[in-house]
Protein backbone atom coordinates (compact mmCIF):
# COMPACT_ATOMS: atom_id res chain seq x y z
CA UNK A 1 0.00 0.00 0.00
CA UNK A 2 1.44 3.66 -0.69
CA UNK A 3 2.21 5.79 2.58
CA UNK A 4 0.12 8.53 1.27
CA UNK A 5 -3.01 5.89 0.81
CA UNK A 6 -5.19 6.65 3.97
CA UNK A 7 -6.41 3.11 5.58
CA UNK A 8 -9.85 2.26 6.01
CA UNK A 9 -8.68 3.21 9.77
CA UNK A 10 -7.64 6.06 9.52
CA UNK A 11 -10.69 7.33 7.68
CA UNK A 12 -12.90 6.15 9.79
CA UNK A 13 -11.31 7.51 12.65
CA UNK A 14 -11.44 11.43 10.23
CA UNK A 15 -14.71 10.28 10.13
CA UNK A 16 -15.28 9.58 13.67
CA UNK A 17 -13.44 12.94 14.57
CA UNK A 18 -15.59 15.21 12.75
CA UNK A 19 -18.68 13.36 14.31
CA UNK A 20 -17.04 14.29 17.59
CA UNK A 21 -16.81 17.93 17.14
CA UNK A 22 -20.31 18.00 15.95
CA UNK A 23 -21.64 16.11 18.57
CA UNK A 24 -20.07 17.59 21.42
CA UNK A 25 -19.52 16.37 25.26
CA UNK A 26 -22.86 14.23 24.50
CA UNK A 27 -21.00 12.02 22.12
CA UNK A 28 -20.44 8.08 22.73
CA UNK A 29 -17.31 7.12 20.80
CA UNK A 30 -18.38 3.46 20.99
CA UNK A 31 -21.78 4.51 18.98
CA UNK A 32 -19.82 6.54 17.19
CA UNK A 33 -17.28 4.20 15.87
CA UNK A 34 -19.73 1.60 15.41
CA UNK A 35 -22.06 3.92 13.17
CA UNK A 36 -19.04 5.19 11.11
CA UNK A 37 -17.77 1.32 10.46
CA UNK A 38 -21.85 0.75 9.35
CA UNK A 39 -21.90 4.30 7.46
CA UNK A 40 -18.82 3.69 5.38
CA UNK A 41 -19.33 -0.48 4.89
CA UNK A 42 -22.87 0.89 3.42
CA UNK A 43 -21.50 3.66 1.09
CA UNK A 44 -18.51 1.58 -0.07
CA UNK A 45 -20.95 -1.73 -0.80
CA UNK A 46 -24.13 0.29 -2.20
CA UNK A 47 -21.81 2.94 -4.40
CA UNK A 48 -18.87 0.74 -5.26
CA UNK A 49 -16.23 3.43 -4.39
CA UNK A 50 -12.96 3.22 -3.19
CA UNK A 51 -12.15 3.61 0.91
CA UNK A 52 -10.22 6.64 0.48
CA UNK A 53 -13.04 8.66 -1.51
CA UNK A 54 -15.80 8.70 1.72
CA UNK A 55 -14.23 11.29 3.37
CA UNK A 56 -16.64 13.52 5.61
CA UNK A 57 -16.96 16.61 3.54
CA UNK A 58 -17.99 14.11 0.28
CA UNK A 59 -21.00 14.75 -1.18
CA UNK A 60 -23.11 11.38 -2.24
CA UNK A 61 -24.08 12.88 -5.50
CA UNK A 62 -21.38 14.82 -6.69
CA UNK A 63 -18.30 13.00 -5.10
CA UNK A 64 -19.32 9.94 -4.49
CA UNK A 65 -21.63 9.74 -7.78
CA UNK A 66 -24.43 8.37 -6.01
CA UNK A 67 -28.01 8.27 -7.76
CA UNK A 68 -31.34 8.85 -6.43
CA UNK A 69 -32.54 5.50 -5.92
CA UNK A 70 -29.15 4.44 -4.31
CA UNK A 71 -30.66 6.08 -1.14
CA UNK A 72 -32.84 2.51 -1.00
CA UNK A 73 -30.18 0.35 -0.83
CA UNK A 74 -27.98 2.56 1.58
CA UNK A 75 -30.87 3.19 3.94
CA UNK A 76 -31.48 -0.96 3.86
CA UNK A 77 -27.83 -1.57 4.86
CA UNK A 78 -27.48 0.82 7.48
CA UNK A 79 -30.85 -0.29 9.15
CA UNK A 80 -29.47 -4.29 8.83
CA UNK A 81 -25.79 -3.13 10.24
CA UNK A 82 -27.56 -1.49 12.98
CA UNK A 83 -30.34 -2.96 13.92
CA UNK A 84 -32.70 -0.06 13.39
CA UNK A 85 -35.71 1.35 11.73
CA UNK A 86 -35.45 4.76 10.00
CA UNK A 87 -38.78 7.00 10.35
CA UNK A 88 -40.04 6.43 6.17
CA UNK A 89 -40.65 9.72 4.54
CA UNK A 90 -43.02 9.71 1.22
CA UNK A 91 -39.71 8.78 -0.77
CA UNK A 92 -36.05 7.39 0.46
CA UNK A 93 -34.35 8.87 -2.49
CA UNK A 94 -31.17 10.90 -1.91
CA UNK A 95 -31.31 15.02 -3.48
CA UNK A 96 -28.95 17.47 -3.35
CA UNK A 97 -31.32 19.23 -0.95
CA UNK A 98 -31.38 16.59 1.38
CA UNK A 99 -30.10 17.82 5.32
CA UNK A 100 -27.68 14.15 4.33
CA UNK A 101 -25.95 14.96 1.15
CA UNK A 102 -22.58 14.63 2.73
CA UNK A 103 -21.09 11.82 4.55
CA UNK A 104 -20.79 13.53 7.90
CA UNK A 105 -24.24 15.02 7.42
CA UNK A 106 -25.33 11.67 6.84
CA UNK A 107 -23.30 10.24 9.66
CA UNK A 108 -24.55 12.44 11.92
CA UNK A 109 -28.24 11.52 11.59
CA UNK A 110 -27.35 7.88 11.59
CA UNK A 111 -26.01 8.39 14.99
CA UNK A 112 -29.09 10.79 15.94
CA UNK A 113 -31.83 7.83 15.82
CA UNK A 114 -29.08 5.28 17.12
CA UNK A 115 -28.64 7.71 20.57
CA UNK A 116 -32.63 8.24 20.63
Do not use: C
Amino acid sequence: MDRRTPTITTINENLERALSKGIGENYNPVIGAWVTDAVHNSLEGSLGVRAEEIVPQATLIKDLRAESIDGLDIWYRLEKDLDIKFPRPNNMLITEQDEYQTVLGLTKIIYAIKTS
